[in-house]
């Protein structure tokens, strides 16, 4: 196993991290600044008022794209476990 092929693993699990944790955190990121901006329209001040809201646009997003998560993540895996002959000869 070079350093090469180590280097290549991290970047190919970073890149899947972004990949998958994405949809989530730009919902999270959408959802937070509707209602940042709502807030500074109305004038409240109530930092527990983001959460709910966050939560259950997460949630729907888990619901929505939660196969393919998971489908992804599994063929990632897959290749992974298949590659450990080659990384090992």
């Given at each position: 196993m070079t350093p090469e092929y180590v280097i290549n693993l991290v970047q190919n699990a970073l890149f899947m991290?972004?990949?998958?944790?994405?949809?989530i955190m730009?919902?999270?990121l959408?959802?937070?600044?509707l209602v940042s901006v709502l807030q500074a329209a109305t004038q409240i001040?109530?930092?527990?008022?983001?959460?709910?809201?966050k939560l259950l646009a997460m949630f729907?997003?888990?619901?929505?794209?939660?196969?393919w998560m998971i489908n992804t993540l599994m063929?990632?895996?897959i290749r992974l476990f298949t590659s450990i002959?080659?990384?090992?000869g």
């Open positions: 991290l972004i990949v998958v944790s994405a949809p730009g919902v999270a959408l959802v937070g600044l001040n109530e930092m527990t008022l983001t959460f709910i809201p729907v997003v888990l619901v929505v794209a939660g196969p063929d990632y895996t002959p080659n990384a090992v």
